[in-house]
Each structure stands twice: as structure tokens, then as C-alpha cells.
């Protein structure tokens, strides 16, 4: 039998898990996830499934009415009898609270995607006739603050790479396993800071998507699209250095021998070991930022919209579908460009 895709193999990781929840969730939420299948991807799905279970754990532990009723059993009757009052005690619970002994918190981007994540639900059973009501929609979405964009410095990027490749601040413990992964380490901080992909995406890739005669590499964006993204000189010196090396001799677990990118345990590298290694040689440039991947995807869109100033070819290579996803992430940008604007233009002649 061949061996699955990784994209393959996390819908069915992601599937799993959505049946996990259903278990849990009152019957008939299963008619609302069969509706998805042919308009979300499984992670959307997923994360739907998630939100779903904290608002009927809420309703459980919070509403009398509730207390004692085994949610799984509950009729879809009772979503009438929600409130947009009670939806806005959820939305405030949401802030802090605790379950199976574990704290959680939820800022307002994390409380926007919950409430959206009950307006679709209500709304498929609203438009279906199946409800009288739909309290969601009667529920402000919490306001977002616009955050600066947190980015490495053009010497801090060179920096980075200086230390993932010579290892000199890395602690002792650090050191054992540098020797063993520099080569991969680098490749991979090369490649997220060229090409802005995902680590999503990075840790997909098989020795079959690099195409090193047309400086190419093909990825599977969120929703299962597929593209090309190009690369420069240096991403190629970088992925070349680790494919002709380590990893041509690298054994790869058995399901794992495609896989570009490969751990020490011989399997597939993961998102979180992506993270891991990004932080770790990140906290040896800078203690201010707090870099992950995403920030390295950031740090491309800067690059390519500051060389530019096309925000369509930014939002087109970072793979938005929609563009004004891209101005609100790099409006900071544009406005620094219309400062830069004033001063250009010369009345009279020095």
C-alpha cells in the first residue's frame, strides 16, 4: 500500500479527533459536522468540534438548567432555549476558567473564533427550520486590537542563521544533538524565512517536492490547494547541503521514507519540533520578540512587500485568499511608505 500523504495522514489524525468530540457533544450536532465535509477542511472542522464542546461544557457547569443532563442526549429543542444574554455570560466565562484541573484563557481573538464558530453551528439549524431562533447573531463580535507586526531585523535574520549553524551559545545539553541536526536546522530557518511558507507546510514536504532545476518547491496549502512556491539562491544552497547530506543518509522509519524533513527518531519531523527549534536558536538573537514560525512567515511578507510594494504579489505568495487579510497584517508598512512619501517630493532646491 502506498504511503498516505502527510496531508492525508492529518485529516485522519483531525478526523478521529472530530468523532472524538462528537461523543461528547449532544447527538445531533452529528447533522451539523456531515454538513461541513464538502465546504471545510478537517482542521477547520476540528477546531469547530473543540468550541462546540467548551460552549456545552459551559452550559453544563454553569447553567442550572443543565446540571443535571447528560449532554450527549439533549434535544436540539434547547438550543431555543439559549439566550443572547447567555451567550455573553459564555463569552466573559471564556476569559478564564478551569477544567479536568487545567486553567485556560482566551483573549478576544480566541473568544471571536469561538462565538463565530456558534454562529455557523445555529445557523445551519436556523436555515434548516429546525430552531426558531438564533441568539449568535445577536452577539457583538469582541473588537480586535490591531497588533504591530513582530518581525526579525535584517541583521537579526543573519544572526539566526550564524548561531543555528555554528551552535557556540547553545547550552552543553544543546550541543549533543547540534552536531546531528545543524544541517537540517539551518535548511529548515532558510527555507520558512525565503519562502514565507507555513510550518504546516514545511514539515509536508517530501524529497519529491523540491525541484531544484526550476528553483521550486510544491507545498499543500490550508484547504488541501495545491502550489508552487520559487526560491532563491540561498534557500536552494541551504536545501541542497542537507539533501546531499544528512539527509541521503539518513534511514527513515518505516511510513517515513518520502518525508524532506526528518527528526532524530527517524520519523517525520513535526510542526512542534519545527517550533521548538525555532525558539531555541531565536532566544540566542533576541529576548525581546518572541519568534515562532509564523513570525519567520512575517518577516518574508515584510521583506517581499517593503522590495515591492505589490501587496497583491504578497498576499498571492503567503497564499491569502483574501488580499485584505494582507493589508490589515502590513498596513503598519504602508503607512511608514507615506511617511517616507512626504519627504520626497522637493518644493524648492536646496
Avoid at 511617511?339 to 518644493?347: D, E, G, P, S, Y
Amino acid at each position: 500500500m502506498a504511503e498516505l500523504s502527510y496531508k492525508d495522514q492529518q485529516d485522519l489524525k483531525n478526523i478521529e479527533k472530530i468523532r472524538e468530540h462528537l461523543q461528547i457533544l449532544p447527538r445531533f450536532c452529528g447533522e451539523y459536522f456531515r454538513s461541513l465535509e464538502i465546504r471545510k477542511s478537517t482542521n477547520t472542522r476540528k477546531n469547530y468540534a473543540y468550541d462546540l464542546g467548551v460552549f456545552f461544557y459551559f452550559l453544563k457547569t454553569n447553567n442550572p438548567y443543565f446540571k443535571d443532563k447528560d449532554i450527549h442526549t439533549l434535544p436540539i429543542e434547547v438550543l431555543d432555549m439559549i439566550t443572547a444574554m447567555d451567550i455573553e455570560e459564555y463569552l466573559s466565562y471564556l476569559e478564564s476558567y478551569t477544567k479536568d484541573g487545567k486553567l485556560y484563557t482566551n483573549r478576544e481573538e480566541g473568544k471571536a473564533r469561538k462565538l463565530s464558530s456558534l454562529k455557523s453551528f445555529y445557523d445551519y439549524y436556523f436555515k434548516k427550520n429546525l430552531i426558531r431562533t438564533n441568539p449568535p447573531r445577536q452577539v457583538d463580535v469582541p473588537k480586535i486590537k490591531n497588533k504591530n507586526i513582530i518581525r526579525l531585523d535584517p541583521n537579526e535574520i543573519a544572526q539566526l542563521l550564524d548561531e543555528a549553524e555554528s551552535g557556540e551559545k547553545l547550552s552543553g545539553r544543546q550541543l549533543a544533538s547540534h552536531e546531528k541536526t545543524k544541517v537540517r536546522d539551518v535548511a529548515i530557518l532558510t527555507l520558512l524565512l525565503g519562502t514565507g511558507i507555513r510550518v504546516s507546510e514545511c514539515v509536508g514536504l517530501n524529497l519529491e517536492d523540491v525541484d531544484f532545476n526550476n528553483g521550486a518547491i510544491r507545498i499543500i496549502r490550508k484547504g488541501g490547494n495545491e502550489a508552487l512556491i520559487y526560491f532563491g539562491d540561498e534557500v536552494s544552497q541551504a536545501l541542497e547541503a542537507y539533501m546531499n547530506g544528512p539527509r541521503k543518509t539518513a534511514e527513515p522509519a518505516a511510513g517515513h521514507e518520502e518525508a524532506l524533513f526528518i527528526s532524530l527518531n527517524k520519523t517525520r519531523i513535526t510542526t512542534r519540533s519545527v517550533e521548538r527549534l525555532v525558539k531555541k536558536y531565536s532566544r540566542l538573537v533576541t529576548t525581546v520578540k518572541k519568534i515562532t514560525p509564523h513570525k519567520l512567515r512575517s518577516t518574508f511578507g515584510t521583506a517581499l512587500y517593503q522590495e515591492t510594494g505589490d501587496i497583491y504579489l504578497v498576499a498571492d505568495t503567503l497564499g491569502h485568499k483574501d488580499v485584505n487579510t494582507t493589508k490589515k497584517h502590513y498596513a503598519a508598512i504602508d503607512e511608514h511608505r507615506r511617511r517616507m512619501a512626504a519627504n520626497v517630493v522637493k518644493l524648492r532646491e536646496s
